[in-house]
């Protein structure tokens, strides 16, 4: 099983992880560090390292609220030789479920494809569509 490791600004990773649990349950695999106002980012770091101990896996997925901050920086940081470890930015729940559905049994590069289209495709906008009111044409059948 691959660990994922869920951080971001404010309370990104606690917001997650209540909405995880709510849609699919309490998952082992998966580990939430919230980077909070007034935290530097060597206690980001600290932290981080400290579920990689936990975790002792030479594969690890990082899920990031936004592509360059700071946490999405340092989980970059962290990776660095480590081909095993991938990271992500602009983290969304269709990526968290994907990601926690194929962390059992796929391989880490087809996680990262299966999580980048997983992200593409949870991203959507609500279109109206106009209706024509006469479908049905008036032939006497």
Request: hydrophobic share 40%; charged share 25%.
């Amino acid at each position: 099983m691959i660990p994922i490791i869920i951080t971001g600004h404010g309370s990104f990773a606690t917001a997650i992880k209540e909405t995880i649990k709510y849609i699919i349950g309490e998952q082992p695999n998966l580990h939430f560090i919230d980077f909070n106002n007034g935290m530097g980012n060597k206690e980001l770091e600290d932290r981080l390292k400290e579920v990689l101990c936990e975790c002792n896996s030479d594969q690890v997925i990082f899920l990031t609220d936004l592509a360059g901050g700071t946490p999405f920086s340092t989980a970059v940081l962290l990776s660095e030789n480590k081909p095993g470890y991938k990271v992500f930015g602009g983290c969304n729940m269709p990526m968290v479920i994907t990601a926690v559905e194929l962390s059992e049994e796929d391989s880490i590069e087809d996680i990262t494809e299966e999580i980048l289209n997983a992200a593409k495709d949870g991203a959507v906008q609500f279109q109206t569509v106009k209706v024509e009111e006469n479908l049905i044409e008036d032939d006497g059948i």
